[in-house]
């Protein structure tokens, strides 16, 4: 996210980047001797995290999250433009999403279903993320946002540009965000679908549906 702004803001120079989240330590899942090259997941998070044991070890069991926000900070290059604001109380981030032309939701972790991107759709913003997990069921690729390749800066930027370089096109996605969550993410949507899963499944099964 980061290195996306930087290449956005050498043409926008009134672009403002807030970041919010707690720094955590890395899934234990990544504490790998040898991690597969090909995995962008693990590729992408090396720089903060390390690929030796012994960094690895160090940053995430010793330093755990102040080495990971450590190191974003100095990516940020003392840019007072990129905000950092750590964890905050979840009713102070409609505030966030109000202000804001585009969520970006950059991940690289296999994403079972994440809120953010359900709260800033609710808000009417359009959402640039990245094609991971769960993320492309709740992003509709070119109709309430944009979805990109994990760990590729670049590419990122240029979907992020073209968002906020037509605002047209970021109220129409907005737009459909937010009908697209009322019509399937409310909770009482949900309770539903989960309760139709759970009685086709029954019934496949052959056993009586119970209430």
Request: hydrophobic share 45%.
């Amino acid at each position: 996210m980061i290195q996306a702004f930087k290449i956005l803001a050498e043409s926008r120079p009134v672009l403002r980047a807030d970041i919010v989240g707690c720094a955590g330590i890395l899934p234990y899942i990544y504490l790998l001797l040898a991690p597969d090259p090909e995995d962008r997941a693990i590729t992408s998070l090396q720089p903060f995290y390390g690929n030796r044991l012994s960094e690895i070890v160090r940053r995430q069991l010793i330093l755990k999250g102040q080495s990971y926000l450590g190191d974003l900070v100095a990516e940020a290059a003392g840019d007072d433009r990129i905000i950092f604001h750590g964890a905050i109380p979840h009713a102070e981030t409609i505030d966030l999403y109000r202000r804001a032309a585009v969520m970006v939701l950059p991940s690289v972790w296999n994403e079972p279903s994440p809120l953010p991107a359900y709260e800033a759709a609710a808000c009417g913003l359009p959402i640039v993320s990245t094609s991971s997990g769960g993320i492309p069921e709740i992003v509709e690729h070119g109709r309430t946002g944009i979805l990109v390749a994990r760990g590729d800066a670049k590419e990122l930027a240029l979907a992020i540009g073209q968002v906020i370089d037509n605002p047209a096109l970021g109220r129409a996605m907005g737009e459909a965000g937010r009908q697209r969550v009322l019509e399937w993410f409310t909770w009482d949507m949900s309770a539903r679908r989960l309760a139709d899963l759970v009685q086709n499944v029954s019934q496949a099964n052959g056993r009586p549906n119970s209430s």
